[in-house]
């Protein structure tokens, strides 16, 4: 069984970077596609960021420009590089993976939470102004 386990985030000032690390231990996770979804207090789960098994990238209009997304699966890992950070991204960050998948999907399916079926546990990212 896959276990993710999130690492990266921190407090942070407005404006500057910060770079999340997901990395499976278990089975690999090369058949799979991975997300990055974040939750504030009092507010739902939301898509952050997906790579498709293939490789096709998706971002939250809300991070796109700022954030990237990466995968290196001969060492199972996923990457969020952050930059430009503000307040509002001030939240818990997941990773997630899918189950085992075909090599494309489309982004309506991957901004899901529902189409993953194994979480990290989280990591706290804060930024100040």
């Known amino acids: 069984q896959v276990q993710l386990v999130e690492s990266g985030g921190g407090l942070v000032q407005a404006g500057r970077s910060l770079r999340l690390q997901c990395t499976a231990s278990?089975?690999?996770?090369?058949?799979?596609?991975v997300g990055w979804f974040r939750q504030a207090p009092g507010k739902e789960r939301e898509f952050v960021a997906a790579?498709?098994?293939?490789?096709?990238?998706y971002y939250a209009d809300s991070v796109k420009g700022r954030f990237t997304i990466s995968r290196n699966n001969a060492v199972n890992t996923v990457s969020l590089q952050m930059n430009r950070l503000t307040p509002d991204d001030t939240a818990v960050y997941y990773c997630?993976?899918?189950?085992?998948?075909?090599?494309?999907?489309?982004?309506?399916?991957?901004?899901?939470?529902?189409?993953?079926?194994?979480w990290g546990q989280g990591t706290q990212v804060t930024v100040f102004s």
């Open positions: 997630a993976k899918t189950p085992r998948i075909a090599f494309f999907a489309s982004q309506d399916y991957l901004s899901a939470p529902t189409s993953y079926g194994t």
């Open positions: 278990g089975r690999a996770f090369s058949d799979a596609a």
């Open positions: 790579i498709s098994r293939g490789g096709e990238i």
